[in-house]
């Protein structure tokens, strides 16, 4: 049965080369929030790990086409999407055979839009309005398909002393697939993540960063919490695991800021 239309796909990278900063975390709970209020949303885990794949419950065994398949053998992502526990989530899982896609697509053409070429079929069937790119810790090819197929990139930043370190760079990846693959391409959002209120150095970086980012920082902060740390390892994301929690009443109010964002951009771009 064809899926109800609904508004125009937006399509969010959530990006930055470090590990452990709070992507997949991010992604996963963004997309859940954003699901639990009516809106169709895909997770896209671009990340051979397939952390973002586990922590939405969805095992090897159930992950029958994945990424790779997509982007290597033309499958349609509308054959590759698998069902999650949330009615309005569906996510496009990875396997780790996703790392040999760099060195597999070599030279070919288009290497850099594989994943924006599948996804123009998402965008004309209208049966999801978000896609969320959960990005590898790394700048590499497949981050590159990510951001060429993205209207947007959201850059969770952890609260540590390094945080900034490393942004220069994403930034400048930014920049280039912005001047050659993808001129539309904007900066989201970024979003400070595992904030630790008694030390005094989470609330200084907090500053710097906004200092450097002006009013692209989200106002909304992410807790560090240990039941957000929990959650992936029962396969839900936090907002199911302990909706209660100080962590997934951060990730509400951040899918709540989001939505006004894009609320703003989707009416611009009419
Ligand atoms: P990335 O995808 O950038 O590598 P993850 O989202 O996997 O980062 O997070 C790295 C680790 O930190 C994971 O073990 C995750 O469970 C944990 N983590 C993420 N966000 C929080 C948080 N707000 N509080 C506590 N732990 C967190
Ligand atoms: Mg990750």
Do not use: W
Not at 45 to 63: E, Y
Not at 171 to 200: C, F, H, W
Not at 242 to 256: H, I
Request: charged content about 25%; hydrophobic content about 45%.
């Amino acid at each position: 049965m064809p899926e109800a239309k609904t508004k125009p796909l937006r399509v969010l990278a959530v990006a930055n080369q470090k590990g452990g900063v709070g992507k997949t975390t991010t992604a996963i709970n963004i997309c859940a929030a954003l699901a639990a209020v009516g809106e169709k949303v895909l997770l896209i885990d671009a990340d051979p790990q397939g952390n973002a794949s586990t922590g939405l419950g969805v095992p090897r065994h159930m992950r029958a086409k994945t990424l790779y398949d997509v982007l290597m053998d033309g499958v349609s992502i509308a054959d590759a999407a698998v069902q999650t526990e949330l009615p309005g989530l569906k996510l496009l899982p990875s396997e780790p055979d996703l790392s040999g896609v760099e060195l597999e697509l070599g030279q070919t053409p288009r290497r850099s839009f594989k994943l924006k070429d599948a996804l123009a079929a998402v965008r004309a069937e209208e049966s999801y309005s978000y896609a969320l790119i959960d990005c590898p810790p790394s700048l590499n090819l497949l981050t590159i398909n990510a951001m060429t197929a993205a209207d947007a990139v959201l850059v969770p930043l952890q609260c540590e002393f390094f945080a900034l370190e490393g942004l220069t760079q994403l930034m400048r990846t930014v920049e280039l697939v912005k001047g050659s693959l993808n001129p539309a391409l904007q900066i989201q959002g970024v979003v400070l993540t595992m904030y630790d209120r008694r030390n005094s150095l989470s609330a200084q970086v907090a500053r710097d960063v906004r200092e450097h980012f002006g009013d692209k920082v989200y106002e909304t902060i992410i807790p560090r919490n240990v039941r957000v740390s929990e959650a992936p390892s029962f396969g839900k994301p936090a907002l199911i695991y302990d909706l209660k929690c100080s962590g997934s009443q951060a990730y509400l109010k951040l899918a709540r800021e989001l939505v006004t964002r894009e609320r703003v951009e989707r009416a611009s771009a009419v």
